[in-house]
T-cell receptor
Framework: GNSVTQMEGPVTLSEEAFLTINCTYTATGYPSLFWYVQYPGEGLQLLLKATKADDKGSNKGFEATYRKETTSFHLEKGSVQVSDSAVYFCALTTYNNNDMRFGAGTRLTVKP | NAGVTQTPKFRILKIGQSMTLQCTQDMNHNYMYWYRQDPGMGLKLIYYSVGAGITDKGEVPNGYNVSRSTTEDFPLRLELAAPSQTSVYFC?????????????FGQGTRLTVV
């Protein structure tokens, strides 16, 4: 079956530090990969996505590259801000499935 | 832009009580989902629907029921609340599945069963 494994948190960084959150997946078929972000008290919202191998998704300074050979979709940002503090979820879906599978989430706290 | 609206935002139930979590979307999406979010466990799919009149079980359906009489509404019913159902519940919708499946989420319902 499909599954997503995400690095465990929490992660605490200082402002302007480099961020990496690891995500690996197992899937039958050809998955699309997503990163969602959940700010305090809110629902999840899409941060970025990639739909085929070697695609790079990017948004708000965050990037992730779909690596089929390592079945990974790691999230990176070169310089984090306090406003990036949130919980980040890696997720996948495949066309032959009707649901989206989520990782456990990684809580990021950025300190001034 | 309303998007996906869930009510209530918070609820405390006693063991054995029942309740319905409401979910409405105004984007004319065919696909709707109910997830529960437990600490450190990510989101688990409870039920989903691919269109009005069609529902199916997800990973953790026991203790819940759903209906989809219209495209807009997808209520989740808890018949006999148990402490194990204490969680945060999210409703979501999407236009399609696969590569186009950006899911839009409601703000969540925090349910405590005591």
């Amino acid at each position: 079956g499909n599954s997503v494994t995400q690095m465990e948190g929490p992660v605490t960084l200082s402002e302007e530090a480099f961020l990496t959150i690891n995500c690996t997946y197992t899937a039958t078929g050809y998955p699309s990969l997503f990163w969602y972000v959940q700010y305090p008290g809110e629902g999840l919202q899409l941060l970025l996505k990639a739909t085929k191998a070697d695609d790079k998704g990017s948004n708000k300074g965050f990037e992730a590259t779909y690596r089929k050979e390592t079945t990974s979709f790691h999230l990176e940002k070169g310089s984090v801000q306090v406003s990036d503090s949130a919980v980040y979820f890696c997720a996948l879906t495949t066309y032959n499935n009707n649901d989206m599978r989520f990782g456990a989430g990684t809580r990021l706290t950025v300190k001034p | 832009n309303a998007g996906v609206t869930q009510t209530p935002k918070f609820r405390i139930l006693k063991i054995g009580q029942s309740m319905t979590l409401q979910c409405t979307q105004d984007m004319n999406h065919n696909y709707m989902y109910w997830y529960r979010q437990d600490p450190g466990m990510g989101l688990k799919l409870i039920y989903y629907s691919v269109g009005a009149g069609i529902t199916d079980k997800g990973e953790v359906p026991n203790g819940y029921n759903v209906s989809r009489s219209t495209t807009e509404d997808f209520p989740l019913r808890l018949e006999l609340a148990a402490p194990s159902q204490t969680s945060v519940y999210f409703c979501a919708s999407s236009r399609d599945r696969g590569s186009n499946t950006e899911a839009f989420f409601g703000q969540g319902t925090r349910l405590t069963v005591v």
